[in-house]
């Protein structure tokens, strides 16, 4: 090959990548997610900052995602309403936050006594969940994914035992989503807030016992501290999903391809959230034992058959709402529950039985 035409194609290749950097330049989306956490918080903290980077490999750099961590652009309970409004294009929280929006939005999180990490995804990757999920959070501008889950969650930290229904009664309790409307129920003084919040409030005496996920996030926001018994099981939440919500109009803009890389950014997320925390959870009520002295609670019998009365009540509730919508979540869900419960007789609860007979666990 003539040496004068082969520099000439290659002078002519290296102008034409250069001229073509610039387009690509003017491709990328700088997108900003408002957090409910924060910053590296273990266990949904961690989670968000994950999402944030995902995105932005998966997308090959097309989509710049920065984090704001809670308070840093929006309070951590204002984040849905910063991307509904536009003033962000993405937020990581809980759907139990958003129960002042519709009540129906609380079951996509969690449920007294209701569906286990991976009955969740269950539901609304094969039960028609995530079409009635589009839909409520279609009336609020927002695009919704689930991203991760805490698995059980615990019942909570108290500064004095429980021995019975009567201990409940009058306690200033934190907790968030259905979980509050069951410990009203039972006779508690509800109050929702953050979890540094609840630290504050229990070493004030503001507040008598309180719940946040588990032990791995409870023990980096030292609540041994300040309660020094720690109750199970959560059946208030027996899990927790993670959401991400995307502005809808930002995401209906996307290209296709750029759709599908957020979507599975958020779905390949889920099983290692959820796995990471029952591992850090088991490792860190070790530590909570054997290092601080926390002491390790079951509810009595008959405080967990109240609370299964009350969650009875909290469903027949939202099946009765003046929302049409609410009422068809709801009977969704319970389709999938009693479908998928009766079910696990046999697979999961009778393998796990069948271990605690030999292992005790």
Known sequence: MDRRKFLTVGTVGAAATTLAAPAVAQDVREWKLVSAWPKNLPGPGVAAQTLADRITTLSGGRIKVTLYAAGEIVPGNGVFDAVSEGTAELYHAVPAYWGSKSKGILLFGSQPFGLRADEQAGWMIHGGGQELYDEMYGRFGIKPF????????????????????????????????????????????????????????????????????GPWTDSALGYYQVAPYYYWPGVGEPSSAEECGVNAEVFAALPDDLKEVVSQACAGLYNPVWTEYTTKHAQSLKALVEEHGVQVRKLPDDVIAAMGVAAEEIIAELLADEDELVQRITASFIAYRDLVGGYMTYADNGQMNARAGIFGY
């Open 146 to 213: 689930l991203c991760g889950n805490s698995g059980p969650q615990w019942a909570g930290w108290f500064k004095k035992e429980i021995n019975s229904v009567e201990d409940l009664k009058g306690l200033k309790f934190r907790t968030t989503g259905l979980a509050s409307e069951m410990a009203t129920k039972l006779g508690m003084a509800a109050e929702a807030m953050s979890g540094p919040a609840m630290f504050q409030a229990l070493q004030t005496g503001a507040l008598d016992a309180g719940e946040f996920i």
